[in-house]
């Protein structure tokens, strides 16, 4: 596909809205079953451990989410909850267990980690085979030179978004906004793998609006809320929404917003949602990566 050339500026036309929600429950049931297969054929049942430190609000809800999508999709899930003043070699004691333990199949360590712990020393430690999140260094690099691993759950939605209404990427201008180890990094990655033409911007990038202009497939993660306005993107082009914001509106009441102006992009091939695009994708991927180390895991024996 290549969005720039379907547009012509004397047609309005309506963006696609790509459902986030329809395509991570198909991707959960379709885990579901390779977990069901898997354990029937081998006895590996796969298991995600979770490990939450302290009370962050947000992290508990993810944590919960997380937790109840790992038991629907009929596999096991082992919580770990520390408290916020624990130390980092109680941290990283439960870690090497979690590692040694041969019924662990992913280990998810919820960021962001109190002040006292290092986060890089306790991703680190994580056994790559088991690194569901996609963060340790081998599986960084495995990532940035093409030869597979396991890749970081929100960018791997981003793809598969991106999958349901992009044919051919090769050749096409991708920008991405935001330079974070957990989506624009990454995402970056995956997109040049797929050969498009790669900019990554972030807060010191001057003159954004002109370089989103060139973009025939945008990834907004910059954590800013209505960031990117109608008026900077190509017409035909593709946006995945990776932001979600808490704001109060008018009224007092709260609501998610994206980092994009959606109701501005009417003339976008397609755009994600917020909420209801990236958001879903996200556990639906921890999930695949779960099943995946589960099955290297039992092919090893
Ligand atoms: N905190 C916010 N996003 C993530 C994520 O993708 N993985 C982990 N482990 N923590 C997070």
């Given at each position: 596909m290549t969005p720039a050339q379907s547009y012509s500026a004397t047609e309005p036309r309506m963006a696609a809205v790509i459902d986030g929600k329809a395509l991570a429950r198909t991707i959960g049931e379709d885990t579901a079953r390779q977990a069901a297969a898997l354990h029937e054929r081998t006895g590996v049942l796969p298991t995600l451990a979770v490990v939450l430190v302290g009370e962050d609000p947000a992290s508990q809800v993810y944590v919960r989410r997380k937790v109840k999508e790992t038991k629907a999709a009929g596999m096991r899930s082992i919580e770990h909850r520390l408290d916020a003043s624990i130390g980092e070699d109680e941290l990283l004691a439960l870690i090497a267990s979690l590692n040694a333990d041969p019924f662990v199949h992913g280990i998810l360590v919820q960021l962001p980690l109190p002040r006292q712990i290092d986060a890089t020393r306790v991703l680190d430690a994580i056994d790559p085979t088991k690194d569901v999140d996609g963060f340790h260094p081998v599986n960084v690099g495995r990532l940035s030179t093409g030869i597979g691993g396991l890749v970081p759950c929100t960018p791997l939605g981003c793809m598969r978004l991106l999958d349901?209404?992009?044919?051919?990427?090769?050749?096409?201008?991708a920008v991405v906004i935001g330079k974070s180890n957990i989506v624009g990094k990454p995402v970056a990655m995956l997109l040049l793998e797929r050969e498009c033409t790669v900019t990554v911007t972030h807060i010191a990038t001057k003159g954004l609006p002109d370089i989103v202009r060139t973009a025939d497939i945008v990834v907004a993660a910059a954590g800013s809320p209505r960031l990117v306005r109608g008026e900077w993107v190509k017409p035909g082009a593709v946006v995945i929404d990776v932001g979600i914001t808490r704001v109060m509106d008018e009224d007092g009441k709260e609501r998610l917003v994206g980092d994009c102006a959606f109701d501005e992009l009417g003339?976008?091939?397609?755009?994600?949602?917020?909420?209801?695009?990236?958001?879903?994708?996200?556990?639906?991927?921890?999930?695949?990566?779960?099943?995946?180390?589960?099955?290297?895991?039992?092919a090893l024996g």
């Open positions: 349901t209404v992009v044919r051919d990427y090769r050749g096409l201008n003339h976008a091939a397609a755009v994600t949602p917020v909420p209801g695009g990236v958001g879903p994708m996200t556990i639906a991927c921890l999930l695949a990566n779960t099943v995946q180390a589960a099955k290297r895991a039992a």
